[in-house]
DNA sequence: CAAGTGTACTAAGTCACATAGTACACTTAG
DNA sequence: CTAAGTGTACTATGTGACTTAGTACACTTG
């Protein structure tokens, strides 16, 4: 489960969003399976159960769950919802890569820290 | 001269910073320059001169500009102030990164994008 | 001296975010 | 059936960042 970082002026509710999309793109959790409770998880994280209700509501109305009155909220396996984030996270990538660009990185450092950052990943 | 977007969430100050920041990575302005008048640049942006001068009090405090009582505000030429604008592009690009690499997207795709955005450059 | 400059300060309004508390409808285990 | 747990909805409140408004002062330059 990922952490909360109430100092980073990230809104908490996003940073629960992100983490289950994150979660989802690993693979640690998959479609059918059941999420923690918004009370549970409002417990867990020390966060009140409004935060957390609002973070489940951003992730249903993006189709990466489904929630049931009366037994809970589980993942979804639309696939549409998962090419949207993969379509989002380009978009975003795109716009730092033109920040980076517009500051004046050339071509070849950003892509030496990109193959730094994936090669950290081929040691585990 | 760039442009604010009031509807983007981003603070104005912070679109002026990063305006200027850009600027002078692009040669548009260099060291030495006379910046605008707080007063008349936010009467050309329609914006409180308070808000811009706590965008140029936020330049100052990264050495990108200096200013002078009763004369105005100039473009600095301190070196450590660019490339700690660097090293700031950097971070955020690698942060950018991580993200994309978290969502699931691959390092060859990465690649393909930076070099997208890049050959658009040659065109000009 | 007058106009233009940076700078500082208080006051107010707006907005997003989070919290607090309550309430209702539903499902499931007992 | 009952109780506990679930999602959902609503109002109210507090906080902080951001922006605007207005005023004031010290300084430089023509």
């Given at each position: 489960m990922f952490v909360l970082d109430l100092k980073s002026g990230v809104p908490i509710c996003d940073q629960i969003v992100n983490g289950f999309i994150k979660m989802k793109a690993l693979g640690?959790?998959?479609?059918?399976?059941?999420?923690?409770?918004?009370?549970?998880?409002a417990l867990k994280f020390s966060v009140n159960p409004?935060?957390?209700?609002?973070?489940?509501?951003i992730l249903e109305s993006g189709g990466i769950i489904y929630s049931v009155k009366g037994r809970?909220?589980?993942?979804?396996?639309?696939?549409?919802?998962?090419?949207?984030?993969?379509?989002?996270?380009?978009?975003?990538?795109?716009?730092?890569?033109s920040a980076a660009?517009?500051?004046?990185?050339?071509?070849?450092?950003?892509?030496?820290?990109?193959?730094?950052?994936?090669?950290?990943?081929?040691?585990c």
């Open positions: 640690l959790i998959s479609a059918g399976d059941q999420m923690p409770s918004v009370r549970s998880l409004n935060t957390v209700q609002k973070a489940y509501a809970g909220s589980f993942v979804s396996d639309d696939e549409s919802a998962h090419s949207a984030v993969l379509d989002r996270a380009r978009s975003d990538f795109k716009a730092a890569v660009r517009d500051l004046g990185l050339g071509s070849l450092e950003l892509n030496k820290i990109i193959n730094d950052i994936y090669k950290e990943e081929e040691k």
